[in-house]
Nanobody, 121 residues
Framework: QVQLVESGGGLVHPGGSLRLSCAAS????????MAWHRQAPGKQRELVAT???????NYVDSVKGRFTISRDNAKNTVVLQMNSLKPEDTAVYYC???????????????WGQGTQVTVSS
């Protein structure tokens, strides 16, 4: 069906910036929510940011004012701009899409393979 491919992770110094991108391998019939999650070593996966089909956004408190999520519906992409990065932002970041591949498919969850973000001096 559809694969989500992430890019943009890497190593950055505290206070630096990274831009994560997630692109779908094929177009969706419809997309509801797009989001980014992250999982740090030894911790549970947490929701970082979401963006609805109408463009409404929500962020976990720890990233408010530093991260910005955006989406391009025509290109089926979602981007997470991360500024003022902190060591505690170190994690594997996962792209998430709740969508319907074709009109005759059920809506389901799609996940990317994850991209490593390391914030360290």
């Amino acid at each position: 069906q559809v694969q989500l491919v992430e890019s943009g992770g890497g190593l950055v110094h505290p206070g630096g910036s990274l831009r994560l991108s997630c692109a779908a391998s094929r177009s969706f019939f419809s997309i509801n929510v797009m989001a980014w999650h992250r999982q740090a070593p030894g911790k549970q996966r947490e929701l970082v940011a979401t963006i609805s089909s109408g463009g409404s956004t929500n962020y976990v408190d720890s990233v408010k004012g530093r991260f910005t999520i955006s989406r391009d519906n025509a290109k089926n992409t979602v981007v997470l701009q991360m500024n003022s990065l902190k060591p505690e932002d170190t994690a594997v970041y996962y792209c998430y899409v709740q969508g319907q591949y074709r009109a005759y498919y059920n809506r389901r969850d799609y996940w990317g393979q994850g991209t490593q973000v390391t914030v360290s001096s």
